[in-house]
């Protein structure tokens, strides 16, 4: 079945450093992948998407490129900053629309960002 | 717009009592889901509906769960009777078939505990 694998946590980071988070997946044909992010004591939020190959998702200075050659979607930030403190998941949805719209969620990634 | 509502925030109960957990999907989404997230086993879809009707259930952990939708705007999730191992942060979250890359829109979350 579908899955998604995410680097093992957490990470902690000084703030302005370089961030990237591994994101690999397994899934038929094409699917739909996103980041999302949850802030402490709240529901998670899209972060970014990408829809199809070679796809490149941008948002809040956070990007992610749909690697299918490499069945991946690293998240990175360049410069990161003490308000990107949260847990960030990993996703995939095989079919975007119709009758299977669920989502796949790897198991999420603590970030603490220092001052 | 208010985005997807969840009540109550926050559950305490004893161990054999029954509890309901509400939720708002947003205005004109025909996809509502339910998730669990715990430390041990990270975010869970417990079930789905598409337009009022269960999809798929196969994430609802035992018969203890059950959960409806009468209509497009209103969803629970029952436990009777609760568990102290039922003990988790219950998400709900809504999207819409229309909206392109089945994007989920998640509400904060009822933080329950089971003593």
């Known amino acids: 079945g579908d899955s998604v694998t995410q680097m093992e946590g957490p990470v902690t980071l000084s703030e302005e450093a370089f961030l990237t988070i591994n994101c690999t997946y397994t899934?038929?044909?094409?699917?739909?992948l996103f980041w999302y992010v949850q802030y402490p004591g709240e529901g998670l939020q899209l972060l970014l998407k990408?829809?199809?190959?070679?796809d490149k998702g941008s948002n809040k200075g956070f990007e992610a490129t749909y690697r299918k050659e490499t069945t991946s979607f690293h998240l990175e930030k360049g410069s990161v900053q003490v308000s990107d403190s949260a847990v960030y998941f990993c996703?995939?949805?095989?079919?975007?629309?119709?009758?299977?719209?669920?989502?796949?969620f790897g198991k999420g990634i603590t970030l603490s960002v220092r001052p | 717009d208010a985005g997807v509502i969840q009540s109550p925030r926050h559950e305490v109960t004893e161990m054999g009592q029954e509890v309901t957990l509400r939720c708002k999907p947003i205005?004109?989404?025909?996809?509502l889901f339910w998730y669990r997230q715990t430390m041990m086993r990270g975010l869970e879809l417990l079930i789905y509906?598409?337009?009022?009707?269960?999809?798929?259930d196969s994430g609802m952990p035992e018969d203890r769960f059950s959960a409806k939708m009468p209509n497009a705007s209103f969803s629970t999730l029952k436990i009777q009777p609760s568990e102290p191992r039922d003990s988790a942060v219950y998400f709900c979250?809504?999207?819409?078939?229309?909206?392109?890359?089945?994007?989920?829109?998640f509400g904060p979350g009822t933080r329950l505990t089971v003593l």
């Open positions: 979250a809504s999207s819409s078939s229309g909206g392109g890359a089945n994007e989920q829109f």
């Open positions: 990408a829809t199809k190959a070679d």
């Open positions: 205005s004109g989404h025909d996809y």
């Open positions: 996703a995939l949805s095989r079919h975007p629309t119709g009758a299977n719209s669920k989502l796949t």
């Open positions: 899934a038929t044909g094409y699917p739909s």
């Open positions: 509906f598409n337009n009022n009707v269960p999809i798929d």
